[in-house]
């Protein structure tokens, strides 16, 4: 299986909230002191060509945009000083989340599955190649919507790095050869409407769009 496919055969996605300090504080959330994984379905996933749709009942819809990891051959119970070697490659990822529900189940003491695992939300760039990232921990994200800034920053500014994430997630979870994982966004997230276009991406590497609709 060709890792450029990833999001066709790959069987699990799994995320990191709050991996920005000030991420975390906008929303109002305390700084994690060991990583907040949740988990997204490979149905969610949508790539160039196809849209976004606000879910039903949904009120405010946030994107969220994120450095991804590709796995690239089975990664159980690997130290840090390993994990980096279970990188295949890379993609640029929005975590649309339903902010809405998500508060909603905060204040419920609720799992954020209706605000993170509906289908389309998770628009995916194209496979970048390890060499196209020569370090994963200084890469600068930028997220637009409709051509107005609303996110700009670095993995320099992730709590926990890559190999610590990847070193954490296969205590608990073996990843696959294809999985996906989503480092965290930096601050900045907010909503978007029926008709907004998202664009992101990563200087000199890679951009993405897709447009937002609303399900009928």
């Not at 320099?156 to 205590?171: E, H, R």
Request: charged share 20%.
């Amino acid at each position: 299986m060709s890792l450029t496919r990833f999001s066709q055969f790959g069987k699990k996605v799994v995320a990191v909230g709050r991996n920005y300090a000030d991420h975390a504080k906008e929303l109002g959330n305390a700084v994690p002191s060991k990583p907040l994984l949740f988990m997204k379905p490979s149905s969610c996933y949508i790539t160039a060509g196809q849209s976004i749709e606000i879910p039903v009942g949904c009120t405010e819809l946030h994107h969220e945009i994120e450095l991804g990891a590709v796995i690239n051959k089975t990664c159980k119970r690997v130290p840090e000083a390993d994990a980096m070697n279970y990188v295949g490659g890379y993609c640029l990822a929005l975590d649309m989340t339903a902010r809405d529900f998500q508060n909603e189940a905060k204040a419920k003491g609720h799992p954020w599955t209706m605000a993170k695992m509906f289908d389309t939300s998770l628009p995916v760039s194209d496979f970048i190649p390890l060499e196209k990232i020569q370090d994963p921990g200084n890469v600068r994200l930028w997220c637009k919507v409709n051509d107005a800034l609303r996110q700009d920053g670095c993995t320099t500014d992730m709590i926990f790095t890559l190999p610590v994430l990847i070193s954490y997630i296969s205590q608990y979870f073996t990843l696959q050869e294809g999985d996906l994982i989503l480092t965290g966004t930096p601050s900045g997230v907010g909503p978007v409407k029926s008709g907004d276009v998202i664009t992101g991406g990563i200087p000199d590497v890679i951009e993405i769009k897709f447009n937002v609709e609303q399900r009928t």
